[in-house]
């Protein structure tokens, strides 16, 4: 089983050279740590940052430069800062290659609820619409399951939707999915899991045939 460093990691594998990518809240935010090195990778945060590094050490923190979850950051050597005006201008015309979102659910074609939930006070809903109605690819990384131990992949999203049909994969603590006509399909395992586990905790449509490899960490 992954933990949210796993997950980070996983979905780093999804990085190419030249990519601009927008990371989203949470553990998201983990795959600034796990760009393979040497890849030139540009960073983007909705809140007006191109440029984003990886986390600062404890103590090295600068309070002034955070993310668009509130988080301190650091930048890259050509960073920029601009308005968040300019920063959703790049989303809304198609400049990020790639946005990593957390969610609360996701449905088996490829819907996304991420922003509210009823009778729940939020303080707004983020620059997730723009992202999901603009990047070219979304994946999504999060649990499997919620608080309550119920299937986050589901055949019909139940909270409301942030984007329709726009998921690609899905990273859990339980593997890799691809959403594909047929619904999510298993394409790697983690370690420690069972097939029977994947099958219990999805209520959407389930995809696993042919040889499921195991996800290696350290490839």
């Not at 990886?54 to 650091?74: H, R, S, V, W, Y």
Request: net charge negative; hydrophobic share 45%; proline share 4%.
């Amino acid at each position: 089983m992954l933990d949210k460093f796993g997950i980070a990691k996983v979905i780093a594998k999804e990085l190419k050279n030249g990519y601009y990518v927008n990371l989203g809240i949470g553990i998201p935010t983990l795959v600034a740590n796990y760009i393979p090195e040497g890849m030139e990778v540009v960073l983007q945060s909705e809140n007006g940052l191109l440029g984003m590094g990886p986390f600062p050490f404890e103590g090295e923190e600068d309070a002034d430069l955070i993310n668009a979850g509130k988080q301190t950051i650091t930048m890259v050597k050509g960073s920029s800062i601009f308005d968040s005006a300019t920063s959703f201008g790049m989303i809304r015309a198609g400049k990020v290659d790639l946005t990593v979102l957390g969610a609360m659910e996701v449905s088996d074609n490829g819907d996304i609820a991420n922003w509210k939930i009823p009778g729940k006070m939020v303080k707004g809903m983020g620059g997730a619409m723009d992202l999901v109605a603009s990047a070219k690819n979304i994946v999504v990384a999060m649990q499997h399951t919620n608080k309550a131990g119920e299937s986050k992949l589901l055949p019909k999203c139940s909270l409301p939707l942030t984007g329709l049909g726009c998921v690609k994969k899905v990273v859990t603590e339980l593997g890799v999915f691809e959403i594909t006509e047929r619904g999510f399909e298993l394409k790697e395992i983690a370690p420690g899991v069972t097939f029977e586990e994947v099958k219990q905790k999805t209520l959407g449509r389930l995809v696993i045939e042919g040889e499921i490899p195991v996800i290696d960490l350290n490839a």
